[in-house]
């Protein structure tokens, strides 16, 4: 069955998702680019604290598809469930233009259910566009990730432009990415027309088939849904106890996990998710009680590709975190010239009515072009656009192949995507390599929060947030537990006690700096700052119930800190915190939070420790390693993505019965659930370990799974009975 109405070859309707798609994926990728950073930087989160964040929101985001697919294929529809979730998206974005840290993660919230509704149903709707068995199919859904990737592409680039504006900031770029949303919202609402559903029992004729090829039992024939019915199963046992294995799984799952975690085994972040792992093997489980014979086989082949495809998300989602921290700190962004000595402190902010908007934000513009640095967040723009010039290429290259009856089957494709992204993150290790460089400094004593553990590796007790009111409680009375330690540099720092030496190797992290800077302050110092920071919170207190948010607060100190350092606290916009030195106070017209709590800590950290890390900062800064490391780990990045990603998309739109098609979708997103909490998992564990060892456990269990699915091929090739 023909479609009227079509483009380039394909039904207008292709392009109208393709460009919605685009500019939701701009929203969402210029939000991810910052994500970490955001949290960082601003927020003065550690890694392990920001990774746990990014985890649980990239885990959610595609967790939640689950319930929008099954609402979309019950109760909504695909049109409806995809407008609602656009629009809950676009709220969330704008929400994060708002400082507080409550307004943030309630944004989260938004995208994350947002995300739910609008991603399964804009996929499925993509294939719904073609009749069964239609070799375009494949074609579309490269064409509708091209559109993913072109907006992946843009968002970094001028979300990270306006971030680096500093009148502007991240919450104009964020404020952008909602932009985005909206933009695709109207396309979608406006491209209606033209997206044109076909009925179940569409059937695809090839018009330069041959005769012998259209007849059933043909060459190229691939059974219906109703024929695989009746066609048994290639692996009975299997496929007949498959719902009751997956069941007690999920049992199992369901009960071991909340015992393990009272018993110390698991985390509860940990317990969380084999929870939900639980239920997704009921829901695995219930759709394959559902079904029989061939079909139930089909769907067999889908699962057994998740576990694999889990492994290539669990790296691949490290561009958004462990990637961006390595882009910002081990990298050298200077194209052209040798990097000027690195910013010991943060620079002042800039008044945007000095220079002006079309300044400031020209010159944050200029970074995109060879004035260097280039942004950090412009290397993940090199997957999307690397998608874009070699999806045609790749498109090109699987219709080629059918034509003559070479058909690379998708479970070849897949071992090769999760093959070449092991050999991306083993290409790190060897940066990792080249990084790994030894520089030192006097020191004549390591402080009493320093403690080293039986390899002499150098930890120290941090300092906690203001949240953690019993972490505070034993830091002031000089008890702190061991769970409050922290490494130092990733075990690669050490201390001569006899020469007065502190060693490290590699590039020292200026956020892990700050940390250590921060528990190094005086306690006296630091109980001075908590109350600073408890006297703010009782007058915005108060000053909401006056029904007047305004107020201010000053306190002086009782004693100023040996080497108190104001310039440490330029990072402030001077009209919510200002320190005069005459009289030792600081008056502010905020609630200081705990961000601002921890910038002040480190003003007034040790001064001789602060010397020390800041002269190792800069001497080490040199072995920052080339920005050719990271482009070239994209670009097998994105090999190995198209290898797998748009393929897997279509093979669970040609394998899934049509009555549960979104809710299979929704599964295959699931994957990405999984795999962004294994990456997350990963980047809290990125500052306890040197990045030699990060990267080369990573690649190790990549290519060990490449080479699993590598053996499987044939069998589950056969699962799938014809379909390619």
């Known amino acids: 069955m023909s479609q009227p109405g079509t483009f380039l070859g394909h039904p207008k309707g292709l392009f109208v998702l393709f460009f919605t798609e685009m500019w939701e994926r701009f929203s969402y990728y210029g939000m991810r680019a910052l994500l970490v ?77 947002g995300n739910g509704f609008f991603k399964p149903n804009m996929s499925v709707q993509v294939g719904r566009l073609y009749p069964k068995n239609d070799p375009r199919r494949d074609g579309a859904y490269t064409i509708f990730y091209m559109g993913i990737n072109l907006g992946a592409f843009l968002s970094p680039l001028v979300c990270g432009a306006l971030k680096e504006t500093p009148a502007l900031g991240f919450h104009w770029a964020f404020g952008a990415a909602g932009v985005g949303m909206v933009l695709g919202l109207l396309c979608y609402l406006l491209g209606q027309p033209w997206i044109k559903e076909l009925p179940e029992d569409a059937v695809y004729h090839d018009p330069d088939a041959k005769p012998e090829d259209e007849a059933v039992g043909g060459k190229d024939y691939i059974m219906t849904e109703e024929e695989a019915e009746d066609v048994r199963s290639v692996t009975p046992s299997l496929a007949s106890s498959s719902p009751m294995i997956l069941g007690i ?40 009680s559902q079904l029989s014979m061939a079909v139930r086989d089909r769907v067999l082949a889908i699962y057994a590709l998740f576990g694999f495809v889990v492994f290539f998300w669990g790296a691949f989602e490290q561009a958004g975190n462990a990637m961006t921290i390595w882009a910002d700190q081990t990298t050298n962004r200077y194209l052209s010239e040798t990097p000027p000595t690195p910013e010991l402190y943060p620079g002042a902010p800039v008044d945007i009515a000095e220079e002006g908007f079309s300044t400031v934000f020209t010159k944050a513009i200029g970074k995109l072009v060879a004035v260097n640095p280039v942004l950090t967040t412009s290397f993940q723009s090199i997957n999307a656009l690397a998608i874009v010039v070699f999806a045609p290429l790749f498109a090109w290259l699987w219709l080629f192949l059918a034509r003559r009856h070479i058909n690379v089957s998708i479970p070849a494709k ?41 390899d002499g590796r150098v930890h ?85 119930l006056r029904g007047d948010d305004s107020f201010e607060v000053s306190y002086t100190l009782e004693e100023l800190p040996a080497g108190f350092e104001p310039r440490y606290l330029n990072g402030f916009e001077k009209e ?49 390693v080339s920005s050719w490391w990271l482009f070239w780990f994209y670009i097998l990045c994105t090999l190995g993505e198209l290898c797998l990603s748009p393929v897997g998309l279509s093979m669970v739109s040609k394998l899934a019965p049509r009555r549960f098609a979104t809710m299979l979708m929704g599964m295959w997103l699931l994957t990405s659930t999984f795999g962004n909490f294994v990456a997350g998992l990963a980047g809290e564990k990125m500052e306890l ?19 699993v699915c590598f053996l499987l091929i044939k069998k589950i090739t056969a699962m799938m009975h014809g379909v390619k």
């Not at 090769?416 to 030192?440: C, D, H, R, T």
């Open 249 to 288: 799984a999920g049992v199992l799952l369901l009960v071991g996990s909340p015992i393990l975690w009272k018993a110390g085994f698991v985390s509860f972040d940990n317990c969380v998710m084999m929870e939900i792992a639980a239920i997704s093997s009921f829901f695995a489980a219930w759709i394959l």
């Open 576 to 624: 919510y915190l200002s320190y005069d030195e005459a009289t030792q106070t600081f008056t502010t017209t905020i609630e200081l939070k705990d961000k601002e709590y921890k910038q002040i800590l480190v003003a007034g950290s040790d001064p001789t420790i602060r010397a020390a890390f800041n002269d190792l900062y800069t001497k080490s800064s040199v072995f920052k």
């Open 460 to 544: 120290f007790y941090d300092v906690p947030g203001l949240d953690k009111v019993d972490a505070y409680e034993r830091f002031m009375k000089g008890e702190p537990e061991a769970s409050d330690s922290m490494i130092v540099h990733g075990g690669r720092m050490t201390y001569d006690a006899g020469s007065g030496v502190l060693s490290i190797r590699g590039v020292l992290n200026a956020n892990h700096r700050d940390r250590v800077f921060r528990a190094t302050a005086s306690r006296s110092f630091v109980s001075e700052i908590w109350k600073f920071a408890e006297k703010t919170k009782e007058e915005a207190a108060a000053a909401k």
């Open 689 to 707: 370990y040197p990045p030699i060892t990060f990267f080369s456990v990573m690649a190790g269990g990549l290519l060990i799974a490449s080479f």
């Open 37 to 113: 950073l955001y949290m960082v930087d601003f927020f003065k989160y550690s890694q392990e604290e920001a990774s746990k964040v990014y985890k649980w929101y990239t885990s959610l985001v595609y967790l939640t598809p689950l319930i929008g697919g099954y609402l979309a294929d019950r109760y909504l529809g695909n049109k409806m469930t995809i407008i609602i979730g656009a629009v809950l998206m676009a709220v969330g974005h704008f929400l994060m233009a708002f400082t507080d840290i409550w307004i943030f993660y309630t944004a989260l919230g938004f995208l994350i259910v």
């Open 414 to 454: 897949m071992s090769m995507g999760v093959f070449l992204i092991g050999m991306a993150v083993a290409l790190m290790g060897w940066a990792a390599k080249y990084e790994n460089q030894p520089s030192q400094t006097s020191l004549a004593s390591l402080p009493s929060m320093f403690t080293f553990d039986d």
